[in-house]
């Protein structure tokens, strides 16, 4: 329930002003041979995603035979797991090979489904209410925070349930833009910048944290490096290279990612 809001000087302006630091100068963006900032499907399995606070928050608020929709599905990390409790999972995402794979997931869960294709919150008009929303690592892709956080409590009968990394997942990798390109990157933004917006449109979430390996189970080391080769806008030829700076960011039980889970109600 919105109540008091809080005093974070501008939360939402910081954030959106934070993630625009992110923009990649356009002589290195002139020679990306992909757009670095794609998410490849095959990263993005459900069948890789740990089930963990997200999973548990969703459950506690589904009715048996509810409803859930998943913002930014990818290929339904954050909801395949509820499909032995739901009735009918919708994902939107902006890309179609992620909905593809949300469907398939979906098939063989034997659960319903529909797939929205577009950008949210632009696209949330056409899609219909739920009892519980998912969004889980898509928030950094989305400046305008609060009408992202608006819009999943707007469709939300009984719960939203929003994970995100720490900090924005590429700050790792600010260490490998320095020694490719010779590029500062920013250090946000981060989940607790997401807690002040929360808190200055006068949600009260509950809040889990949780730290787990950050490799994906089922995805190769060349994925990886591949991965990481696009963000950095750099050519397959200098994968070798990518690959021993990627080794030697990650030390020994270094290689962890510790993501913040936020539930409110509507
Ligand atoms: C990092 S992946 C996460 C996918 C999935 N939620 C998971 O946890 O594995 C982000 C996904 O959100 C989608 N996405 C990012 N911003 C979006 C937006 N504004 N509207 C719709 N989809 C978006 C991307 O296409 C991608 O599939």
Redesign the pocket.
Known sequence: MAGARGDHRDAAGRWARTLAQWTIPDAILAVAPENPWG?P?AL?D?RD?PVGALHRLAAAALPDGGTVL?????????SMPLAGRAAHLTG????PT?LASFARAAEQRGVGHTEVR??????AGDVPPADVVV????AY??PGVVE?VTSLTDHAAGQVVV?LTEEH?SVTLAPLWMAFWGLERPRGPTAGDFAEVLDDLGYRPVVERETRPASKANASADQVVAFVRRRLCLDPSRDPEVAAALAGLHGPGQDVVTSVVFAWSP
């Open positions: 998410f499907p993005f459900s995603a998943d913002v930014g599905c990818g290929g339904g990390a954050a939107v995402d902006r890309s992620m577009g950008e949210w919150p632009a696209v969004c889980r690592n898509v892709n989305v992202l994970e997942p």
